[in-house]
């Protein structure tokens, strides 16, 4: 026996009715116009998941008057809220030895020494700061060579979400973080503040800079001539074509000799005319050639 409900699914156990295709569609045709963001059919649950939980936070019932909200005017405050509830914050300290080791290797050798110029690196998606404090940490050890040797570095650390950012500055972080951070630096980088808290030490929260950026307005973001850009974990967001144009844009970013450092299987079968890629084991990494007109 077939029911039929005037075309409405059974509320979820949510208290809100399940999210129809059509719904679903306008949705997603709003996050990629607002933000550059692509959803995928697989990512629906996830995507419904965040929704409701903005939803109920705001006391929002219906699904269309929350959509109508974020397409008014002076939505932003908003958006930054759901964007936080939907995209995923999961991080840690030095979370993907293999790339650091082929920064150490690679990039930093030219750097080491009196006389050489500032490194600047680029954390793109830092989420909640844990990235771009491990870079602090390996760039200031590595570069510094001496007892009176002041390391000269910079890091710009980018994410979408305000409410990540947040976390960042203040670089407190729950004890348990700890354990991803090899013994000797934590001697010199992390500082007590109870049994359940530690925080970053000035030192390195002085280097970098924290700031908000939605990738599909990256023509906006001033800077460029990175020495090294880290982004991690940040293309799932995006489909195939938009993530090649995405890299092709911070390869434009880069310093000649600097490294673009990708998580293996953000993209596939992509080449840069600029940038070589660099093999090793674990990790997805570009370099962009001294002389432009290089080829292999």
Not at 169 to 195: D, H, N
Not at 213 to 227: I, Y
Not at 276 to 290: M, W
Request: proline share 6%.
């Amino acid at each position: 026996m077939t029911l039929q409900m005037a075309n409405r699914k059974l509320p979820s156990r949510t208290g809100l009715p399940e999210l129809s295709d059509a719904q679903f569609g306008q949705w997603r045709e709003l996050l990629e116009t607002r933000m550059g963001i692509s959803l995928s059919e697989q990512r629906k649950p996830l995507f419904v998941s965040g929704l409701r939980a903005r939803m109920r936070e705001i006391g929002c019932e219906d699904y269309q008057a929350y959509y109508q909200r974020l397409r008014a005017p002076h939505s932003m405050p908003e958006w930054a809220i759901l964007i936080d509830r939907l995209t995923v914050h999961e991080t840690r300290f030095f979370r993907d030895p293999d790339a650091l080791d082929l920064v150490e290797r690679v990039l930093l050798p030219g750097f080491a020494g009196p006389g050489g110029r500032s490194l600047q690196a680029w954390s793109l998606g830092c989420a909640s700061g844990e990235e771009a404090y491990t870079l602090a940490m390996l760039l200031d050890r590595a570069l510094t060579t001496g007892p009176d040797t002041v390391p000269r570095f910079g890091i710009t650390a980018t994410d979408i979400s305000r409410p990540a950012l947040d976390t960042a500055r203040q670089g407190e972080y729950a004890q348990r973080r700890l354990a991803g951070i090899p013994q000797e630096y934590r001697q010199t980088y992390c500082e007590t503040l109870s049994p359940q808290r530690f925080r970053i030490s000035e030192r390195l929260r002085r280097r970098i800079c924290f700031s908000p950026l939605n990738l599909s307005e990256l023509e906006r973001f001033p800077l460029d001539g990175f020495d090294l850009i880290y982004c991690q974990n940040v293309l799932i967001y995006f489909d195939r074509g938009e993530r090649h144009g995405l890299l092709d844009r911070l390869a434009g970013r880069l310093a000649p000799g600097g490294l673009l450092v990708l998580a293996p299987g953000d993209v596939l079968s992509w080449t840069h005319p600029a940038l070589e890629r660099i093999r090793c084991a674990g990790t997805l990494a570009y370099q962009r050639r001294v002389d432009p007109e290089a080829r292999d």
